[in-house]
């Protein structure tokens, strides 16, 4: 097994054999912060499950060039994990929340826009930034897709496959902890809806729990929008064994 | 039982009887960004268990008065939940690293300084502020207390009671789930360990083991110092029904 510990990983989406082109991104890492020199052996990923060890053939800001030595398949994590998320107002708590749930594993997030959504428009190029960072940092080899901004009535009509969830803070609601019930499913796909600070609308938890998402709890602590991800997604992590 | 959702809450460490002054930061926020109105009713925790549901009886932006009507004290988590950490080297990752465990529930944050610590002083005031305002925020009536920052030789050489784990990412040492872990666990107090991002030196790690800590695994991806705090809250929020 190839050790990445303690060694950066650059990500190229491209086929990884032979004579791989970094992008100017990763090339102007690989040249300027790493000060990386001819020779030397360093790691990639495509973010689509490969891990290479490659040497650098060529060093330029803007074009470095490597040549990959070996590759190394990665085992995918046993449950397909998504997050339907209605995106926080503030750009910072979406940034982090992207961060975060992506270094601690996650494979799809859909940001939704939902009756009391404070937030339709994101950048959706820096967002995948900020994931290729984060994959890269925590030493993953699978690059979560980020699709959105949704609307709630396109989303809620397709169907989602899976274990569905959505978690509510309405008492009135009767629910289990998210984590028991995770645990108890055999199921390959789990899905967690989590709602903008404001919540669901009424309306939009019953046609929820109408398409079959079941009602989960995250404890008894009102939770932030990008907080609740983050527990739900360290909930699906720790489920089963990777 | 009072009913606290989607009401703000205020934070008033004092007795909860009779007339309360509330402090200069709290008198702001009620006067200016809730624009209360003598008579209206508030709710107080004092941060050690206690919820107050209050009368306005004077409004001004320094010194905001209430008149208590009704108090309740509120069940504590069944286990004390302590945090042990080398607080990550930017402010920003420092401080929604207290925002955050402290929203999803923490009992104590203890902040040390290990040899591979990249910062040995913290604002500790305005850490506090973060926690105060991120116990409001998810409506509960403790205040975690922040503690540091420690030196690591300090910290490992006073006992520590109960469950104690240490976050290890490195391969050799065998490692079971923390979730796991603490699942099967009975005890009332969990505490756990987390290095700085260059991780704890093998010299700290023997002495933790030796002192007791077990040493358990938070996934297969490194996890940044913040991240692997989150995540071990959660599963300490998890293991048991609140």
């Known amino acids: ?96 929340m992207i961060e975060k749930v992506v270094e601690i594993g996650v494979d799809e997030i859909v940001l939704i826009q939902s009756r009391y959504s404070e937030r339709d428009k994101v950048n959706l190029e820096r967002l995948q930034k900020i994931a290729v960072s984060a994959m890269k940092q925590s030493k993953q080899a699978f690059l979560p897709q980020i699709i959105g901004v949704q609307k709630w009535k396109q989303f809620i009509e397709k169907p989602v496959d899976g274990d569905k969830f959505i978690a509510t803070i309405d008492s009135s609601v009767p629910s289990r902890r998210l984590l028991d019930v995770t645990k108890q499913s055999s199921g390959s796909s789990f899905t967690i809806l989590i709602g903008p600070e404001g919540d669901f609308s009424e309306e939009e938890v019953k046609q929820a729990l109408e398409k079959g998402f079941v009602p989960v709890s995250l404890g008894k602590n009102i939770l932030r929008t990008e907080t609740a991800s983050l527990y739900s997604i360290v909930c699906f992590n720790s489920s089963r064994e990777a």
């Open 1 to 96: 097994m190839l050790d990445i510990f303690g060694k950066p990983l650059f990500y190229a989406p491209e086929a990884l054999s032979g004579q791989v082109l970094l992008s100017e991104e990763e090339s102007r890492h690989c040249a300027l912060s790493l000060r990386g020199k001819e020779g030397d052996v360093i790691f990639l990923t495509d973010g689509k499950g490969t891990i290479a060890r490659a040497q650098l053939t060529k060093i330029h800001p803007k074009s470095s060039m490597v040549l990959v030595l070996e590759t190394e398949a990665v085992d995918k994590f046993p449950i397909f994990r998504r997050l339907v998320v209605s995106p926080p107002k503030t750009g910072d708590r979406l940034d982090w």
